[in-house]
């Protein structure tokens, strides 16, 4: 049986399992989508990762194209509409740090949300969407609406958050 109320102690829990470095690009990214992917899969209708590739910054003398990847979950709503909503956060990280702060603490929340809308749908379907190499300009944002710009005109809002 799912719990349906929020809980900080399991968003605590959350964020310590993804408490490491996990700047974009690296092994270290590819598993904390893993972990993501395996924390949110009981709660969602549907889990997907999109994979996407980026080069770094000219000037850093590195022109080798990189690896990256957002998870994207889909809860359908009790409305027969086409119209979703979105929640996004990013969960890479500077490499100097776990960004626990920056930005696991949005992940946490977004994870928590899934979970409790799971258990009390909402009217409209939602798509939460952990995103991949955010810290080095938006790149995970920008894979998702180059992938997705179909079906854009039906989202009605994005609530992207970072530092929550």
Partial sequence: ??????????????????????????????????????????????????????????GDGNNEVLPSQNVCAFLAGTKDTPEYLVLSAHYDSVPEGPGAYDNLSSCAVMAELLRYFSCHRPKRSLTFVFLGAEELGLLGSR??????????????????SDLA
């Fill in 1 to 58: 049986m799912k719990r349906s109320d929020i809980s900080g102690t399991d968003a605590l829990a959350w964020m310590q399992a993804l408490n490491y470095s996990r700047p974009a690009g690296t092994a270290a990214e590819k598993q904390a989508a893993e972990q993501i992917v395996a924390s949110i899969r009981p709660f969602a209708d549907f889990v997907s990762v999109e994979s996407f590739a980026w080069r770094p910054r000219k």
């Fill in 143 to 160: 894979a998702y609406v180059e992938r997705h710009q179909n079906e854009l005109k039906n989202c009605r809002f994005n609530l992207n």
